[in-house]
C-alpha cells in the first residue's frame, strides 16, 4: 500500500522539480543510489520496471525507504499494462509512470489515489490522458520533442502539469530550457547516474550532481 497519497506525491514532484530515474538489478547498489539520491535533496524516486524480478528488488527498496529516510517517495517506471501497475501497487508504489499511455492502467491508480504519470507524444494524448483522470503527464521521448512542444501545448492547455523524461541533462542549458518552457518537473535518468560513478560506488558524487541539479532547477524555475 502507498505510504503518500496523490496531493503529497504531485506536490514533492513540483517542489523539487527533478524526479530521478533509475534500475539496477543489485539491491545493495539500489540502496546506496537512493540514499545519495535522498542526501543530494531528492525527494520523489522513480524505479524502472526493466529487469527480470525487478519488482522483487523494488518491494525492498520501498521497505528500506519507508524505514530509513523519511520523505522519500519511491514510485516504479516503464510500467505498460494495468497487471503491472497493480502488482507494483500492492508492493507499495506511490506513483505510477509509463512510457506511453495506456487508458486501463489509469482507473488502477485512480482506485488507490496514486498519481499515474503515461508517456505522451502528442498533444491529443495529454488531453486524453487528463480526462482519464492523469494530472501529470510525462513527454516523451523528451530529446525528441524537445522544450518547443512543451510551449506549445501549455498555450491553449495551460493546465497541464508536465514531467519530461528522455534527455534531460544536469545542466543549466538544459534545465533551464525545459521549465522556461513550462514543465512541472523532469524526470533524470543516466545522466544524473554516470555509469563509472556507479560502478567506483562514487555516493557522495551522485549527491553532488543531485544538489547541483536542484540548484539550477531552484534557479530557472
Request: aromatic letters at 10%; hydrophobic letters at 45%; one cysteine or more.
Amino acid at each position: 500500500m502507498a505510504k503518500y497519497d496523490k496531493i503529497q506525491v504531485l506536490t514533492a514532484m513540483a517542489q523539487t522539480g527533478i524526479v530521478p530515474v533509475f534500475y539496477n538489478a543489485d539491491l545493495e547498489i539500489s540502496k546506496k543510489v537512493l540514499k545519495a539520491c535522498y542526501e543530494g535533496g531528492i525527494r520523489a524516486f522513480e524505479f524502472a520496471n526493466r529487469g527480470d524480478f525487478a519488482h522483487e528488488v523494488f518491494g525492498e527498496l520501498v521497505k528500506y525507504a519507508n524505514a530509513e529516510l523519511p520523505g522519500m517517495i519511491v514510485g516504479v517506471g516503464s510500467v505498460v499494462d494495468p497487471a503491472t501497475a497493480a502488482l507494483y501497487i500492492q508492493l507499495g508504489a506511490n506513483f505510477v509512470v509509463g512510457p506511453l499511455f495506456n487508458p486501463a492502467i489509469a482507473p488502477i491508480c485512480n482506485r488507490r489515489n496514486i498519481p499515474y504519470a503515461p508517456g505522451c507524444g502528442s498533444v491529443s494524448e495529454v488531453g486524453a490522458a487528463q480526462e482519464a483522470g492523469c494530472d501529470i503527464c510525462k513527454v516523451f521521448p523528451g530529446d525528441v520533442l524537445g522544450p518547443a512542444f512543451v510551449k506549445g501545448l501549455r498555450a491553449p492547455m495551460p493546465w497541464s502539469k508536465l514531467m519530461v523524461t528522455g534527455g534531460v541533462k544536469p545542466t543549466r542549458e538544459n534545465l533551464e530550457g525545459w521549465f522556461k518552457a513550462g514543465v512541472t518537473c523532469v524526470g533524470m535518468g543516466s545522466n544524473l547516474f554516470p555509469k563509472d560513478i556507479i560502478a567506483a560506488g562514487g555516493w557522495g558524487k551522485i549527491s553532488e550532481l543531485c544538489r547541483e541539479a536542484l540548484a539550477i532547477v531552484k534557479e530557472v524555475s
